[in-house]
């Protein structure tokens, strides 16, 4: 299996997962990312990735909800 393939299919199996879960898949991850000595991606990260990394998360296209002009009217009252 291409390993690709093989990451998308894992990524959208944790987006199903309770927390719980996914709380138990990324302390694993850690163990096993500390047992082969490789560092996280974002340990020397200065404050102007995070920010990028926030704004990336917010801006996602991965987001199925829409909203229109209607949603907006309803919640939002003068």
Same mark, same amino acid.
């Given at each position: ?18 927390d ?7 302390? *694993?991850?850690? *163990?096993?990312? !500390? ?7 974002y ?14 998360? *917010? ?8 909203? !229109? ?5 309803e919640? *939002?009252?003068?």
């Open positions: 299996m291409n390993t690709n393939i093989m990451r998308e299919q894992l990524h959208e199996q944790i987006d199903h997962l309770p719980e879960v996914v709380q138990q898949i990324a302390d *694993f991850t850690y *163990f096993v990312m !500390s047992k082969k000595k490789l560092t996280q991606p340990d020397d990260w200065d404050q102007d990735q995070w920010q990028q990394f926030a704004l990336e998360q *917010f801006f996602r296209e991965e987001d199925e909800v829409h909203y !229109s002009l209607d949603d907006a009217k919640i *939002f009252h003068p």
